[in-house]
């Protein structure tokens, strides 16, 4: 299970079990993904863990925080091309089906979320959590 969540391919469920190739795959992703470096707005150049995560942090809070502008004047330029039915089916409140399509569509060895946990553990225990997952994501969609 190590090696195949280090490899991130699907070699290991497809057969290439435990070869010296998959291994050196998987060694040279780790390789190949691993941030040595960043550098902050001030151009000053770090190596320490947590500053580089503060530096990260920073950069992506800024990139997706609201910016101030004038809109108006692109959305006049704008057609409307959705009728109030289609309006009305993408504004519909979401339903439990679509909660469990959406979470059995990925794959289940893919990355862990923020709670650490991957699809597969959802998809395994979706029985037990689909409830509390349906609830918490209805009320992020509403509230934020």
Sequence with gaps: MYWRQRAKTHWHRDGDLNTKFFHAAATSRKKVNNILSLESDEGVRTTDAGVMCSIA?????????????????????LTQVLDEEDNALLTAPFSRNEFKEAM??????????PD????????H??????EDIFNECCQWMTEG
């Design 57 to 77: 942090k920073n950069y992506f809070d800024s990139l997706f925080e609201g910016q101030e502008s004038v809109r108006s004047p692109v959305i006049n330029m």
């Design 104 to 113: 059995f569509s990925m794959q289940p060895d893919k990355c862990p979320g």
């Design 116 to 123: 650490g946990f991957n699809p597969g553990f959802y998809q």
């Design 125 to 130: 225990f979706w029985s037990v959590c689909s």
